[in-house]
């Protein structure tokens, strides 16, 4: 009963953080159905076991004399044992899937391979035989409820179908135990052939850290596997009357205490696993006096998630105007001409030299982009310089023109990577942009497309022919105009068929609606772009437009440092290239709602603490530990004893 009570303690506390993620709340209910298959374990064990049929006069009383059912007859000993079997079985499969994704999570970050489709195949297995004994045990509990007794090759069938199911799920763990030993052997082989006087402390002790959590890990499954083999015996030997009788007191008790220890360390297990006890009780990380409250954030992410209505869209469209929204659509590039440009075009541009820790977007763009593309007087993305050709975009890039530009193509970059963070990304473009291509080629994201408006959008019909105000940041000279024969669209209404900026949000519906995008939003270290008409319109439109969004950040350090000042944002007091493209963006925002829904709308969506864009900054669960895990082993191999990933390397913390 004591075990019982913990893992009903263990349970609660997990309740009371199931928002903190999916993880978390999959871990509260492994940890609610051990609780109960623990309760009904007590129950068991407080029977007293009626011997008669086997041809003795008395009654075997093991337990608690005072337990909850201390006179129930043997059908109702069945029915407990009965369900206690199917509470046991679901939270053996439960387990193994809250296994699965770790394994999952590690084959992803790392690129190795860690059989998780053989995982996942023995957990399936455990499911499909853990629902022929639901099908056995409920007739047979009905049957025995209702006639006083049952068929007996209804029990045989059910007592082999646990058993099967039991043999796959000690198989299931064997092979996570191999896969989290050789998780732990990768990462002590790193931290063995690292060149340590070339690696930074922050890179070792990160090294260290998830060397230590993968043995957690792997002693973690061991010990799961030794119980799960001694329980199913244990709980045999004290509830089936024939085995009970069998032995004597002394080993009763140790049956008991295995599978009082079994439920303890479920419970354990569940807390632990979940990562939770390191989270705050809502998982969220920064509390802002403006923040919206519970209630609120629901109101208004219902508003955001409301479908774009088709009749307001292409209905509306005329030919011309379409037939542009298709062509910038289809006006992506791969990552591998994007570091092409970045690598060998930005270098050698001449009468300029690029310096990456301090040109901008907006300065590549006046000295790069339009010189290079004014002979042919178009885009980027369709010129010859782009090798690969313009492609249909499947990732649309928001970012502003004030961001460093080796800051946006590491944004792109650690997408690519399945990194949160680019900072790491930003330090190897600066040092080894060979090496930086060399990690996205192995791992098959050199093709993935990218819709990056510097690229795409014809500078030479927009603002080749201007430059009011953009200067360079050594010399303070502005940056020289184009001399081609282009002329730059005047577009006071936004209504004008010819122009390119005034599509985005067409566009981005047309790729949702065909075949599917999602958005990266490249932020910079000021976070200067969530004060940008033009960004933020970007982010409000692909959430009503239910595409994915995923922010990249320099660091955790950026959300720590200025993320409260997000808690106030006002799309009225927000910033645009001119007053004209800012007055359009309001004109737009409020054809759908107030400027006060839109701002309560934008709110949630960055702090919500189930969906926000803030949610991969939240304080780590374990599911994320083991990606970090597996994130390591990746650049470890990578860096192939080198010393120079490391070298870059500085704390995610």
Not at 169 to 186: D, E, G, P
Not at 359 to 384: C, G, N, Q, W
Not at 593 to 622: C, H, K, V
Request: glycine share 6%.
């Amino acid at each position: 009963m004591l075990a019982s009570l913990v893992s009903g303690c263990g349970a609660a506390f997990l309740k009371k953080r199931a928002g903190a993620s999916t993880h978390v709340r999959s871990a509260c209910g492994y940890a609610v159905i051990n609780w109960c298959q623990s309760v009904f374990a007590a129950l068991t064990l407080t029977l007293d076991i009626d011997l008669r049929y086997l041809g003795r006069e008395d009654s075997y009383k093991f337990g608690c004399r005072y337990g909850l059912m201390p006179y129930a007859d043997g059908t109702w000993a069945w029915v407990c044992n009965s369900l206690r079997l199917l509470f046991f079985l679901t939270s053996l499969v439960w387990m193994q899937c809250v296994v699965a994704r770790r394994i999952d999570l590690l084959e992803q970050t790392s690129h190795q391979t860690f059989y998780s489709d053989c995982f996942r195949g023995l957990v399936a297995g455990q499911a499909l035989w853990a629902i022929v004994v639901a099908l056995v045990l409920c007739p047979w509990a009905w049957v025995s409820l209702i006639d006083g007794g049952a068929p007996w090759y209804l029990g045989l069938a059910g007592i082999s179908a646990s058993v099967i199911t039991w043999l796959l799920n000690v198989a299931a763990s064997i092979r996570a135990m191999c896969c989290l030993t050789r998780c732990f052997l990768l990462l002590r082989s790193i931290l063995r052939f690292a060149r340590l006087e070339d690696t930074s402390t922050a890179a070792r002790l990160s090294l260290r850290r998830a060397q230590t959590f993968a043995l957690l890990q792997t002693t973690g499954v061991s010990f799961s596997l030794v119980l799960t083999i001694l329980v199913v015996p244990a709980a045999l030997v004290t509830t089936l009357p024939p085995l009970t009788s069998a032995f004597e007191e002394e080993w009763l008790v140790v049956a008991v205490s295995i599978q009082a220890l079994d439920s303890l360390g479920n419970a354990a297990a569940a807390v632990l696993l979940s990562g939770s006890h390191r989270l705050h009780k809502e998982n969220r990380p920064y509390s802002y006096p403006n923040q919206p409250g519970q209630s609120s954030q629901w109101m208004s992410c219902l508003i955001c998630t409301q479908p774009r209505a088709v009749t307001t869209m292409e209905t509306t469209w005329s030919l011309a105007w379409k037939a542009k929204v298709a062509e910038l659509s289809l006006r992506g590039m791969t990552l591998r001409s994007l570091l092409l440009f970045y690598q060998d075009h930005l270098p050698s541009m001449p009468g300029w030299r690029y310096a990456p820790k301090d040109h901008k977007t907006k300065d590549v763009v006046r000295r790069a982009i339009i010189p290079l593309t004014s002979r042919e007087e178009s885009s980027y993305a369709v010129s010859a310089l782009n090798r690969d050709g313009a492609r249909r975009a499947a990732i649309m890039v928001t970012h502003n023109w004030g961001n460093n530009f080796k800051d946006l193509l590491a944004a792109i970059v650690s997408d690519a990577l399945q990194e949160c963070s680019f900072n790491l990304a930003a330090r190897l473009l600066e040092e080894d942009v060979a090496l930086m291509s060399t990690i996205l080629s192995d791992s098959g994201r050199l093709d993935d497309t990218y819709w990056v408006c510097a690229f795409a959008v014809n500078q030479h019909t927009s603002i080749c022919h201007t430059n009011p105000k953009n200067r360079d940041p050594f010399t303070d000279e502005l940056h020289p105009v184009c001399s081609c024969s282009s002329v730059n669209i005047s577009d006071p209404d936004g209504q004008c068929t010819l122009s390119e900026i005034n599509k985005f949000d067409d566009m981005m519906y047309l790729l949702a609606a065909t075949g599917g995008c999602r958005q990266v939003i490249a932020v910079d270290q000021s976070l200067d772009l969530f004060k940008r008409a033009w960004c933020v319109a970007e982010i409000a439109e692909a959430k009503r437009l239910q595409m994915t969004q995923q922010l990249k950040l320099s660091s955790i350090a950026t959300i720590l440092q200025r993320a409260h000042t997000l808690s106030n944002l006002d799309v009225g007091k927000m910033e645009a290239s001119c007053e004209k493209d800012r007055e359009l963006i309001l004109k737009k925002i409020e054809g759908n709602m107030t400027l006060d829904q839109f701002n309560a709308e934008l709110r949630s969506l960055i702090f919500d603490p189930r969906s926000g864009l803030l949610t991969a900054w939240r304080d780590m669960d374990s599911v994320q530990q083991i990606g970090e895990v597996g994130r390591l082993i990746r650049w470890g191999l990578a860096d192939a004893g080198t010393g120079k990933v490391w070298k870059a390397w500085e704390a995610q913390e």
